[in-house]
Structures are given as structure tokens and as C-alpha cells.
């Protein structure tokens, strides 16, 4: 299956080369694609001092605009499968080829999932996760085990809604709404690295708003989304 990573990148210069180098060298049979999404740094730069491919956005658009313009380019150069792959190094591409069965298999959408096999740890963050596996349980009646993971493939059917959909963005609320519309979701056990350099977007602040968003988006706001 033809399949590409799209890599969503703002600022990630000092992990990006690392990141893109080892997708190039050892996992050859993948496309990639880069959205550099405004960086101020200079992942840019390294971008065209490497050759990659990639496209920019002359602003910051955020994640849900980055993923949207790779599933874009997803759309508009016929791959049969793509996948969101951190910029930041977390994600290792050994986990794409498992996930890309499960697509072989009849799978809409398939998760890297860090909680298959092993235990959630206690913390803040991962009540957030409970809260919203609980919440797309209830409205869906499907149990997704890692629902932040940001780690997913998409199959052609999923690339052009993902595509031309002005409401969705790569987040839990988006996958719950796609259940309820008929997706099949399955899920790859995934282990994940600790960032190396850069900073996280999401700081404690920032992930309270982000689980609160999620629980309002699944229980309340999907039932008025049209998804396409």
C-alpha cells in the first residue's frame, strides 16, 4: 500500500533532522511529507539545507491545520494510507508496519497505543485519558485504550474526509465522531519516546483546557458536527 507520515513540525529544529534522517535511511519504502507550520526557528532552513520534502504554512495554523494540509497532499497524490508522526522524535516508525496491516485488514483507523499491554501510570494527564476512553465509550460504545495518542493511520476513505472536512481536526473528539459514523478503529501496541530537545506545546495548563475541550467536543458538540 502506498502510504506516507506526515510529520507536522513547528520549530523542531533541533530534533527534525534527527527525526527525518532515520525515516530516510532505514525505512525507505514510506513517502514523508514535512508541514512546517510557521516555525520561527529553523526547520526551514534545515529543510532546504537536506533536501526534504516539504511544505510550509507562512503562519502557524496549529496541529489541526498541519494534518490537514499532509492529508491534502495525501488526497491529491493518491496514497492508500498516511499516518501522523511527531516531528519531536516520539513516535518510531517500527510501529508503522503493524499498523498498516490492521489497515490491510479492513480498519478505518488504527492507534499506536501505549496502554495495549502495558498499565496507565498514575498522573493528571492519564485521568484526562480515562475521562475521555469513558466519554467516546459511552457515545460510541467502542473502547479505545489510548485516546491522546497522537499516533494514528488513516485509510484512503478516512484521508479524503480528513481532507476536505472543514469541522475535523487529529484529535479524540474527531475519532469518536467518526465511529459514530461508521469507522473501524483498531489499535497497535506502541512504545513512545520522552521528547530529547525542544519544548512541549502541551503544558499543565494547557492539557486541563485540552481534556476539558475533549469532554465538552465528544459529549455535547459532536452531536451537531457534520464531519464532512
Known sequence: MKTLIIIPAYNEGENIERVVDKLI???????????????????????????????????????????????????????????????????NPEYIAPMLEKIKQGNNIVIGSRFIEDKKPSSLRMFGNNLIEAAILLTTGKKINDTTSGMRMFDKKM????????????????????????????????YMNDRVAGESYLTLTRSVAYMARMMISILVLQWFRKGK
Not at 499516518?83 to 519531536?88: R, T
Open 25 to 91: 535511511n532505514e525505512y525507505p519504502q514510506y513517502d514523508y511529507v514535512i508541514i512546517n507550520d510557521g516555525s520561527k526557528d529553523n526547520t526551514e532552513e534545515i529543510c532546504i539545507k537536506n533536501g526534504y520534502n516539504y511544505i510550509s504554512h507562512p503562519v502557524n495554523l496549529g496541529l489541526a491545520g498541519a494534518v490537514q494540509t499532509g492529508m491534502k497532499y495525501a488526497l491529491k497524490n493518491s496514497y492508500d494510507a498516511a499516518i501522523q508522526f511527531d516531528g519531536d522524535g516520539q513516535h
Open 159 to 190: 484521508i479524503e474526509i480528513l481532507a476536505t472536512a472543514t469541522d475535523l481536526g487529529p484529535e479524540p473528539d474527531t475519532v469518536a465522531l467518526l465511529i459514530r459514523k461508521g469507522a473501524k478503529v483498531s489499535e497497535v501496541q506502541a
